[in-house]
């Protein structure tokens, strides 16, 4: 099966903006979760998205939203850019099970 | 609230050595463990979890809960084995869905 994709791989954005991400699940994976890497912060968990519904969602600002579409596809959305929204997302997928399947991430860069 | 904790940020050792890598949890339930591997300009990958036991590229990894440690550990490091290593936890209940909580992970380096 093919892997978790994540489109953009690399964004520039400047303060106040907004940006779109986008995640394509492995075929078959209902679940899809979102995490934010820093070099500060480490791996830190956003949302997760089941069946378009949201579960679960981590300590981070109203800014910070996401969706999940029928064919299990997710999107998350930064309003409102900062400086210290500067990371690499790292969308996962995974089956019923707790194991999670990482896509390559987006590295997004705020001027 | 649970945590991850690696307490070493960087790991040196020599091919042919053995090699542990200290996890240590704190989570009142019953956790899952896991190990992550990212190798240099690789994506996040599963290298183990504790509930499958098994052993992948030579690494095995051992849930203590008395200790609330899942070290990993692997007998004859290979140089191949360099990367980025990160413990995570998900726990059973409503509210965790969909989440790891990961430690700040180890690097290690191996030596020719």
């Known amino acids: 099966k093919a892997g978790v994709t994540q489109t953009p791989r690399y964004l520039i954005k400047t303060r106040g903006q907004q940006v779109t991400l986008s995640c394509s699940p492995i075929s078959g994976h209902r679940s899809v979760s979102w995490y934010q890497q820093t070099p500060g912060q480490g791996l830190q968990f956003l949302f997760e998205?089941?069946?378009?519904?949201?579960?679960n969602k981590g300590n981070f600002p109203g800014r910070f939203s996401g969706r999940q579409f029928s064919n299990s596809r997710s999107e998350m959305n930064v309003s409102t850019l900062e400086l210290g929204d500067s990371a690499l997302y790292l969308c996962a997928s995974s089956p019923y099970t707790d194991t999670q399947y990482f896509g390559p991430g987006t590295r997004l860069t705020v001027l | 609230a649970q945590r991850v904790t690696q307490p070493e940020k960087l790991l040196s050792v020599f091919k042919g050595a053995p090699v542990e890598l200290k996890c240590n949890y704190s989570y009142s339930g019953s956790p899952e463990l896991f190990w992550y591997v990212q190798y240099s300009r690789q994506r996040l990958q599963l290298l183990l979890r504790?509930?499958s036991r098994e052993s992948i590229k030579g690494f095995t990894a051992d849930l203590n809960k008395g200790e609330t440690s899942f070290h990993l550990k692997k007998p004859f490091a290979q140089e191949e084995d360099s990367a980025m290593y990160y413990c995570?936890?998900?726990?059973?209940?409503?509210?965790?869905?969909?989440?790891?909580?990961f430690g700040q992970g180890t690097i290690l380096t191996v030596h020719p």
């Open positions: 995570a936890l998900s726990y059973a209940g409503g509210t965790s869905y969909g989440k790891l909580t």
């Open positions: 504790h509930i």
């Open positions: 998205y089941f069946s378009e519904t949201q579960r």
